[in-house]
């Protein structure tokens, strides 16, 4: 038993359950229509387009690199689906098939300019940044696109099973909901059961001696990069699902945000660290501060304020003790 | 062993029949060649400098063999070569169980059976134990998909094989360094491993630890592994060691039995000429002592630390890695704040919170690794020397007084005897002797009134050596308190005039050095340790 406690208490994870489970029973007892099935529902819902992005963030991540570009992509993806849409037509794999070919291409251009030619990931993507949303902003003048399909909004509202309550009003779990899960599992299998997964951690932990051993280094920060891509063109789809509208200025800007939720998760920013559970958990520590303070009735102007305490603090508590752990070995070797 | 001729004539007398004999050589090939490895005739230029010149090397089957010399001796070419990260020039010859090679990469070296562990280990520090071992042999399968039992099994057997046990699921991270080579050893063995090189494999472990080691290659060598140790500091390694091979300037000096050499040989062989420690420093009458310690002690660093330093005295300390001696030296600095206990200057209290006040107090310290934390490597010799005094050599307008600095600079590569073309040099240029001068020069431009050196000739060639303990002794004829942190045991004997010997942070032993013999003080160290 002690020794279980123990192990758990190595893992970020452990934290953020506690604090997320803190927070919810302080937001709960300030307003109880936060912790009903109805409201879980809908915040899965809503925050489906930055969980889908945000695997592709954690891989990026723990292969020791960074993306700044992957709300250009969604972008990009987003609005070359619509145009698809209005002008082929198609149907919705079709739809997620443009999306994901759109953006993995995007994304394996900068893993090229990340392992090629050597830039510095941030550069590179803040590059390809303002190259993607430049172009796209310049070919299209900025227009919003309301016209999407009917059969575009139907599928929106599938809903794996539906509750109906007394007030003869309807909700449940929403199919898109299931996109990120789908995702979700995906991360982990690439992640834990693949030699592939295990490449990416190992060369965030250490690239020259992922080198020296032997591992495909080129093929794995390409990979990510292109995942990356992939899940950003997904998200682009999702988000037009959501909205109904696609407007080329939507998504641009909410990028450090998913990455703060990923490091929040136990993600290093120094590569070689995090899990899929944890960037969930990041994503679900800063949705239910936005919708805990949405319900407890605190003005919307000091959100911005609550995430970045949030985030300094336990980003803090995770270095710190990162920092004792460095000194109790050195402690240790003093004393062999 | 016979010879492959000999083998041939006794298999024609036996069957009279070619065939036959090709037959058998092929069959039995395998078995009957000595030599795992045989190189000829090896050359590597790099950019017109000839690294390798000609060095012929070989090691047999199950061998444990040291590759010894100094730094730029060419033994890391050699290794480059050996693991086929470099190819050697035309005119070379490489054998691998008797079969000829030429131009293999190191991906072939693997699957020769030859596996490198560099000084760093190459381990990923995020990954566990299980993991990192389990990781080469996974790569070599060429699978992509892998049961998460799998290399948890893969990573027991290996472990079971050398007869060690590490937990498998613990970051490496979290392991001593030890503990981390064990790892690497063990990432080896999942391969078919013949040949084991390491490279400085002692530099960084506790005697305990090498005895460890050295248990871990003997059982390789039992089940007809070869192990090649590759490093400048043998005394640990030639116990178990077969044959020693010394390089000098890209250039074979010899092979010998390791039966047949002592330290004192195999200097001499690295080098060209062997160490002499030149008189000592002038004995020093009692005064007022300049440092004082009473009592200090941190947790888990050292305990009870009580000592003081004359002025003019040079003061000793010795004893194994992670004695505590460094952790030490770097409390009095200012940069490592004890719990308790005090140290005092001239009778007057040190505030051990910073390095500043240190400095102020008269304080200077010379860290054991020049390279990361001594020196500002691509800039010149000058703005190095000159960066402690910089604050003093403001003129009145509060520029930077050159004519002042100009001088000052002069006067220290005087004393200090630093070789360099141009005072505006890099420091990166110059040789490692003549860095570790600088080093010197920077802290002697404060004029301290007592000078820590923690390791101040670890790797510099004997003529550095020298004229650097020419200059402590100097330093300390003028009054300077030197205390003297060393590895070596006969550099803190033949040149201090006394000898601290520390062991799991407290000091073990004191010797006046002029009337104590080195093997007494070596024999102090083993039996604390």
């Known amino acids: 038993m002690e020794i279980a406690l123990r192990k758990l208490a190595r893992y970020t994870e452990t934290y953020l359950v506690i604090i997320i489970a803190f927070l919810s029973i302080l937001i709960a007892a300030k307003n109880p229509s936060f912790l009903t099935l109805e409201n879980m529902f809908d915040l899965l819902k809503s925050y489906s387009f930055f969980g889908v992005m945000s695997i592709g963030v954690l891989m990026v991540l723990i292969s020791g690199g960074i993306d700044i570009s992957f709300a250009a992509v969604a972008t990009v993806a987003e609005y070359l689906v619509a145009l698809f849409m209005m002008r082929i037509g198609g149907n919705i794999f079709s739809a997620f098939a443009v999306a994901a070919l759109v953006g993995s291409v995007l994304g394996y251009i900068n893993g090229l300019l990340v392992n090629r030619f050597r830039i510095p990931p941030i550069i590179a993507t803040i590059a390809t940044m303002n190259a993607y949303y430049g172009l796209l902003i310049f070919a299209t003048g900025g227009k919003w696109i309301y016209d999407l399909p009917i059969w575009f909004s139907d599928f929106a509202e599938i809903q794996l099973f539906t509750i109906h309550t007394a007030n003869d009003s309807t909700y449940g779990l929403s199919i898109i909901t299931m996109i990120w899960f789908a995702v979700m599992v995906a991360g982990i299998l690439i992640l834990r059961f693949t030699m592939l997964g295990r490449s990416i951690y190992a060369i965030g932990g250490d690239r020259k001696s992922a080198l020296r051993v032997g591992l495909n280094v080129r093929r794995a920060e390409e990979f990510v990069y292109s995942f990356m891509g992939l899940l950003a063109g997904i998200a682009g789809v999702i988000q037009a699902l959501l909205v109904q509208t696609v407007a080329p200025n939507s998504i641009v800007g909410k990028e450090l945000n998913i990455i703060a939720a990923v490091v929040l998760g136990g993600a290093s920013l120094t590569g070689g660290k995090g899990s899929v559970f944890g960037a969930f958990l990041g994503l679900v520590l800063l949705a239910i501060v936005k919708n805990g303070m949405t319900l407890m009735a605190i003005p919307p102007v000091w959100y911005e304020f609550f995430v970045g305490c949030v985030i300094l603090l336990s980003v803090g508590i995770t270095s710190y003790k990162g920092k004792l752990e460095k000194r109790r070995t050195a402690t240790i070797l003093v004393k062999a | ?505 407290r000091i073990t032993a004191e010797f006046p050095a002029e009337s104590t013999p080195e093997s007494e003080i070596l024999k102090s160290i083993e039996l604390t340790a």
């Open chain 2, 1 to 505: 062993m016979m010879s492959a001729g000999r083998l041939e004539e006794q298999a024609r007398g036996q069957h009279g029949n070619r065939i036959v004999v090709v037959q058998l050589l092929v069959r039995m090939g395998y078995r009957m060649v000595d030599d795992f490895l045989v190189m000829e005739k090896i050359s590597k230029q790099y950019a017109g400098v000839k690294a390798l010149d000609a060095v012929d090397f070989s090691i047999a089957a199950g061998e444990i063999h040291c590759l010894a010399g100094t730094n730029g001796s060419g033994k890391s070419t050699l290794i480059k070569i050996i693991s086929g990260v470099e190819q050697p020039d035309a005119g070379g010859a490489v054998s691998i169980e008797g079969a000829r090679k030429s131009g293999y990469s190191a991906i072939d070296s693997i699957g020769y059976g030859i596996e490198v562990i560099y000084q760093d280990l190459s381990l990923f520090h995020n990954l566990t134990v299980a993991e990192n071992i389990a990781l080469s042999s996974m790569i070599s399968s060429r699978r992509k998909f892998f049961a998460p039992g799998e290399y948890t099994r893969i990573a027991a057997d290996a472990m079971n094989l050398i007869g060690i046990d590490l937990p498998l699921d613990a970051n490496v991270g979290r392991l001593s360094v030890s503990e981390q080579q064990l790892v690497a050893i063990c990432r080896a063995l999942t391969g078919e491993l013949k040949l084991l090189i390491m490279d400085e494999p002692t530099t960084a472990l506790t005697k305990k630890e090498v005895d460890r080691l050295l248990g871990v290659v003997l059982d390789l060598k039992g089940r007809g592994i070869s192990t090649l140790f590759v490093s400048h500091k043998l005394q640990e390694v030639m116990q178990v060691a077969d044959r020693v091979t010394i390089l000098r300037d890209g250039q074979k000096i010899g092979c010998h039995p390791a039966a047949e050499l002592d330290s004192r040989k195999i200097e001499y062989m690295m080098t060209g000429t062997n160490f002499e420690y030149s008189g000592r420093a002038p004995a020093v009458s009692d005064a007022e002592p300049l440092l004082e310690v009473v009592a200090l002690s941190k947790k888990g660093n050292f305990k009870d630390i009580t000592f003081s330093v004359l002025p003019g005295e040079i003061v000793g300390i010795t004893g194994m890695l992670g004695s505590g001696r460094t952790e030490l030296a770097l409390a009095l600095f200012g940069m490592n704040m004890p719990d308790s206990g005090k140290a005092s200057m001239r009778g007057v209290p040190l505030d051990l919170r910073s390095a500043r006040s240190s400095i102020r107090r008269g304080i200077a310290y010379v860290p054991e690794n020049r390279l990361t934390q001594g020196l500002v490597m691509p800039q010149s010799v000058e703005k190095n020397a000159l960066v402690t005094v910089i604050e003093r050599l403001r003129s009145k307008s509060g520029f930077l007084d050159h004519r002042r600095a100009a001088a000052l600079v002069k006067e220290l590569v005087r004393r200090l005897r630093i070789k360099v073309p141009s005072v505006s040099s890099p420091v990166a240029t110059l040789s490692g002797g003549n860095q570790q001068k600088v080093v010197l020069a920077k802290w002697i431009a404060t004029k301290p009134e007592l000078l820590i050196l923690d390791g101040p000739t670890v790797g510099i060639d004997i003529a550095a050596k020298g004229a650097i303990h020419e200059f402590i002794k100097e330093l300390a004829a003028e009054g300077l308190g030197v205390l003297l942190i060393s590895d070596e045991v006969s550099e803190v004997a033949n040149l201090c005039h006394r000898v601290l010997v520390m062991s799991r942070g």
